[in-house]
């Protein structure tokens, strides 16, 4: 039986929301255990939703303020805790399972006997977690209860696709949030190495993970990624392209946290949303693709590019199905006659504004969704 200290944990990470639920179950009390000291468990669950200094922490908790910063640090260190310094101050807010704790595991690539022993316990958690859709009498699909409905990431279009003299919004162009970021960091792709470490390797590169921002400089710091120039974070993306990674980021328009450069076969944004009843209404960007039916010559190369399946050959025609785009752009990249083209989307819901907003509307879709 696990020590009331975990129940309490799992509780604090269930009111910040993420994309995944803390349910309690073996599976998760296992694995907090294997991430937490009780006395980190302890802390952690007491700590309050809005990012706080050590020494208001201790006061609020009635702690010693030296002891409660080491346990901070130590839970900063090991992924489970985010820190940032603002105005000369240190501040520390617990992080969500996912995305967040998951992640800080595996950016690193580390290849070891505790690696795998984490790798094993997630995908344990996954597996329970892992349940069909709930129908209503009608047969129609519907959120399982407890996750949220607000998209905790969405895509970006391959920036080069998109036509001249269309005029989108600066949250459509990754140039822009590399060309402000003060920090860029890049690591391993951890959804790619938890799978290698539980025997689904990828041959897509794994060392395209990148981070903006404080988190950039958090995740840097903390030795889990490395800093980049712009100019490389740029060849980083391009490589990401060519290999057929989609680019997906935090669904916020101000300020992105991370880009990842996903793949259908381990991604868990690209398989969640790939699995969707709607994958269009998942996760996606501002454009759709339209195809020339006079400029198709039937080769089929954006049908083996496309993760979505929103592709199919009828005939010598290629054929988009307009539920699955998600507006990636990189079937483009590969059609030899020009035929596909990417078109705004009608009605794309606006990204939140930043951290605080989107935290806001996804515990506020989880809530609606209990």
């Given at each position: 039986?696990?020590?009331?200290v975990?129940?309490?944990?799992?509780?604090?990470?269930?009111?910040?929301?993420?994309?995944?639920?803390?349910?309690?179950?073996?599976?998760l009390?296992?694995?907090?255990?294997?991430?937490?000291?009780?006395?980190?468990?302890?802390?952690?669950?007491?700590?309050?939703?809005?990012?706080?200094?050590?020494?208001?922490?201790?006061?609020?908790?009635?702690?010693?303020?030296?002891?409660?910063?080491?346990?901070?640090?130590?839970?900063?260190?090991?992924?489970?805790?985010?820190?940032?310094?603002k105005g000369?101050?240190?501040?520390?807010?617990?992080?969500?399972?996912?995305?967040?704790?998951?992640?800080?595991?595996?950016?690193?690539?580390?290849?070891?006997?505790?690696?795998?022993?984490?790798?094993?316990?997630?995908?344990?958690?996954?597996?329970?977690?892992?349940?069909?859709?709930?129908?209503?009498?009608?047969?129609?699909?519907?959120?399982?209860?407890?996750?949220?409905?607000?998209?905790?990431?969405?895509?970006?279009?391959?920036?080069?696709?998109?036509?001249?003299?269309?005029?989108?919004?600066?949250?459509?162009?990754?140039?822009?949030?590399?060309?402000?970021?003060?920090?860029?960091?890049?690591?391993?792709?951890?959804?790619?190495?938890?799978?290698?470490?539980?025997?689904?390797?990828?041959?897509?590169?794994?060392?395209?993970?990148?981070?903006?921002?404080?988190?950039?400089?958090?995740?840097?710091?903390?030795?889990?990624?490395?800093?980049?120039?712009?100019?490389?974070?740029?060849?980083?993306?391009?490589?990401?392209?060519?290999?057929?990674?989609?680019?997906?980021?935090?669904?916020?328009?101000?300020?992105?946290?991370?880009?990842?450069?996903?793949?259908?076969?381990?991604?868990?944004?690209?398989?969640?949303?790939?699995?969707?009843?709607?994958?269009?209404?998942?996760?996606?960007?501002?454009?759709?693709?339209?195809?020339?039916?006079?400029?198709?010559?039937?080769?089929?190369?954006?049908?083996?590019?496309?993760?979505?399946?929103?592709?199919t050959?009828?005939?010598?025609?290629?054929?988009?199905d307009?539920?699955?785009?998600?507006?990636?752009?990189?079937?483009?990249?590969?059609?030899p006659?020009?035929?596909?083209?990417?078109?705004?989307?009608?009605?794309?819901?606006l990204?939140?504004?930043?951290?605080?907003e989107?935290?806001?509307?996804?515990?506020?879709?989880?809530?609606?969704?209990?």
């Amino acid at each position: 039986m696990a020590e009331p200290v975990y129940e309490k944990l799992i509780g604090a990470l269930n009111l910040r929301g993420g994309a995944l639920p803390a349910i309690k179950c073996k599976e998760l009390f296992a694995l907090m255990e294997e991430l937490f000291t009780p006395d980190e468990a302890e802390l952690a669950a007491k700590m309050p939703l809005d990012p706080i200094p050590a020494e208001d922490f201790a006061m609020e908790i009635a702690g010693a303020p030296k002891e409660v910063e080491r346990i901070l640090e130590t839970m900063a260190n090991k992924g489970l805790v985010f820190t940032h310094e603002k105005g000369g101050v240190r501040f520390y807010n617990l992080m969500v399972l996912l995305p967040g704790i998951f992640e800080m595991q595996f950016l690193k690539g580390e290849v070891n006997d505790r690696a795998r022993k984490l790798a094993r316990l997630f995908e344990d958690y996954f597996n329970k977690l892992s349940v069909p859709s709930a129908t209503t009498p009608k047969g129609e699909a519907t959120a399982p209860t407890g996750i949220a409905l607000f998209p905790f990431a969405r895509v970006i279009t391959v920036e080069r696709e998109i036509p001249a003299g269309i005029e989108i919004h600066p949250y459509d162009r990754v140039s822009d949030y590399i060309a402000k970021a003060n920090h860029i960091a890049v690591g391993i792709c951890y959804c790619r190495h938890h799978g290698e470490l539980v025997g689904r390797p990828c041959d897509k590169p794994k060392d395209v993970c990148m981070a903006f921002g404080p988190a950039a400089k958090y995740v840097s710091e903390r030795g889990f990624a490395r800093l980049v120039s712009k100019e490389e974070a740029l060849q980083i993306l391009d490589r990401a392209e060519k290999a057929g990674l989609i680019h997906c980021s935090s669904n916020t328009s101000k300020y992105i946290d991370f880009m990842c450069n996903c793949c259908d076969c381990h991604c868990g944004i690209i398989q969640s949303v790939k699995t969707a009843a709607f994958p269009s209404m998942a996760a996606f960007s501002s454009f759709i693709l339209s195809v020339n039916e006079e400029d198709c010559m039937g080769c089929g190369d954006c049908v083996e590019r496309c993760q979505m399946d929103a592709l199919t050959m009828e005939g010598d025609l290629v054929v988009r199905d307009i539920e699955r785009c998600i507006g990636c752009g990189l079937c483009i990249s590969v059609c030899p006659t020009e035929a596909l083209r990417l078109e705004l989307r009608e009605e794309a819901p606006l990204p939140a504004l930043d951290r605080r907003e989107f935290n806001e509307a996804l515990i506020s879709s989880l809530q609606r969704n209990r």
